[in-house]
């Protein structure tokens, strides 16, 4: 099973990753803030994740790693 893992700290909630995403793993939230106050990127299905690295290659702050 892959996981992924994102830096909040270095998330700008830019939405790319959820948008390159196939199996909707990954969500804009809505309540979360980090502290530069974007509202970070986080799993939602995480047991969805095929291990694809859509999200890792469309993050343009090298923000989220995958594990296969």
Do not use: W
């Not at 390159?20 to 969805?48: D, T, W």
């Amino acid at each position: 099973m892959a996981n992924i893992t994102i830096d909040e700290k270095v998330c700008k909630g830019c939405g790319l990753c959820a948008d390159a995403c196939p199996k909707n793993v990954i969500s804009l939230s809505e309540h979360r803030m980090n502290a530069n106050g974007y509202f970070v990127a986080e799993k939602v299905n995480p047991q969805n994740c095929i291990g694809c690295a859509f999200c890792a290659i469309m993050c343009p702050d090298c923000a989220i790693e995958v594990e296969r």
